[in-house]
């Protein structure tokens, strides 16, 4: 917690207030990766998915928590998106990460295909301890809509310390990378702009690794 402790001072001024979040929606650009995924014969959602959780993982300060009235780092991720049911309303799901691209995708399939035949609500995280809750973040998709913000809705304002993360439609750029509005909700006690920028230089990094 070394790196925390540099910002301790920050982080109490934030907590202090109201809402304590940041939230900023931008133009995220990166190597296209689609060919790459119709070549491999790969989702392009859950391959998405899978390097965006690598990249937050790189960049420490997206794993800060509040727990028990004291500041964690928590050690692993777990995905939760939201998804439309066969009624076209949405819904929640939820699976274990795992560092294997494959094994990933997998497990994301699975989530998805549960909870689009899953009538009623599920994975709502009123199943789960305040402990384990703190290893999630919450991912949302627009892929219609080419917005410019967003607002994520949350238990309630103070101490909401789970990030919250969405992307809209793909747009192709003239010199071949893909563009998308992007946005990123996170306590600003642990996160700061220059935070967000890194983490879209990384999620940047490890595609262009990725299909290299």
């Known amino acids: 917690m070394k790196n925390f402790e540099k910002r301790r001072d920050r982080f109490e001024l934030f907590e202090s207030m109201e809402s304590p979040f940041l939230n900023v929606t931008f133009r995220l650009e990166v190597p296209d990766f689609r060919p790459y995924c119709k070549e491999q014969n790969l989702p392009v959602f859950h391959f ?66 549960e909870s689009m035949k899953a009538p009623k609500l599920i994975h709502s995280a009123s199943d789960v301890s305040a402990r384990d809750l703190k290893d999630y973040v919450f991912i949302t998709s627009l892929p219609w809509l080419d917005f410019t913000s967003i607002q994520h809705p949350v238990g309630r304002f103070k101490s909401a310390d789970i990030p919250s993360l969405a992307w809209g439609k793909f747009s192709t750029l003239p010199d071949g990378r893909l563009s998308m509005p992007f946005s990123v909700q996170a306590h600003h006690g642990f996160v700061d702009g220059y935070h967000i920028h890194l983490l879209a230089e990384e999620i940047g990094r490890v595609l262009a690794e990725a299909i290299k």
């Open 48 to 113: 998405f998915l899978y390097y965006l959780f690598k990249a937050l993982m790189n960049v420490e300060n997206f794993r800060y928590r509040i727990y028990d009235g004291e500041v964690i780092l928590i050690d692993q991720i777990i995905p939760s998106y939201t998804i439309l049911n066969e009624e076209n309303i949405f819904n929640f799901t939820r699976f274990e990460f795992s560092d294997d691209v494959n094994e990933f995708i997998r497990r994301s399939l699975a989530a998805k295909d």
